[in-house]
């Protein structure tokens, strides 16, 4: 059964960047016609997508979050992580990693997820 | 930018139908996935591709695309469905997500 967890600070300060890792079980993250991606869900609100990754490069952004945000996947580590710079309040979440199913020309469903990890950012 | 419309509530009785929508330009032009996320729990995906069901997903959820509408449909709900429901679509090279419906059963 393939697992997904979400490693890395808990709390972030404002203006710094927040990292975070996903490490994968079961599954490696060089599989054909599977992406990698990053979601966020800000407490009490709606799931936000961050953007998703292929092992061969091809990547996806949020537009609204673009300019901050660097996904990357270390296939000899079998995970993939997030980088999120100059953050602020707003940026506190619960932030899932997930597996993506790609089709002909787009990218589907996340069919398996984290757990989730609480980033708060705060001074 | 593309956006998904879900109302944010709705109620049903336990054995009834719940219907739950998603509007969007288009929207019968694109696939559409549906989540239920449970209290403190990560979101699991219940519809894909319109109306397909994941192996393990009970067969009272099915689901429509058609016009700007798409519909999660819960027959026979039962308190166990009690969630938030997220409808999903891809547009444009970016993962769209609805505001989410809380579904309470009464």
């Known amino acids: 059964q393939l697992q997904l967890q979400e490693s890395g600070p808990g709390l972030v300060k404002p203006s710094e960047t927040l990292s975070l890792t996903c490490t994968v079980s079961?599954?490696?993250?060089?599989?054909?016609?599977?992406?990698w991606g990053w979601i966020r869900q800000p407490p009490g609100k709606g799931l936000e997508w961050i953007g998703s990754?292929?092992?061969?490069?091809?990547?996806y952004y949020n537009p609204s979050l673009k300019s901050r945000v660097a996904i990357s996947v270390v296939t000899s580590k079998n995970h993939f992580s997030l980088k999120l710079s100059s953050v602020t309040a707003a940026d506190t979440a619960v932030y899932y990693c997930?597996?993506?199913?790609?089709?002909?020309?787009?990218?589907?469903?996340?069919?398996?997820w984290g757990q989730g990890t609480l980033v708060t950012v705060s001074s | 930018s593309y956006e998904l419309t879900q109302p944010p509530s709705v109620s049903v009785s336990p054995g009834q139908t719940a219907s739950i929508t998603c509007s969007g330009d288009?929207?019968?032009?694109?696939?559409v996935y549906w989540y239920q996320q449970k209290a403190g729990q990560s979101p699991v995906v219940v519809i894909y591709?319109?109306?397909k069901r994941p192996s393990g997903i009970p067969e009272r959820f099915s689901g429509s695309n058609s016009g700007n509408t798409a519909t999660l449909t819960i027959s026979g709900t039962q308190a166990m469905d009690e969630a938030e429901y997220y409808c999903?679509?891809?547009?444009?090279?970016?993962?769209?997500f609805g505001g989410g419906t809380k579904l309470t059963v009464l």
């Open positions: 288009k929207l019968g032009d694109k696939y």
């Open positions: 591709q319109d109306r």
């Open positions: 079961s599954d490696s993250v060089s599989s054909n016609n599977y992406y």
């Open positions: 999903q679509a891809w547009d444009s090279s970016t993962v769209v």
């Open positions: 997930a597996r993506q199913r790609s089709g002909s020309y787009t990218l589907e469903y996340f069919d398996y």
């Open positions: 990754m292929y092992y061969g490069g091809s990547t």
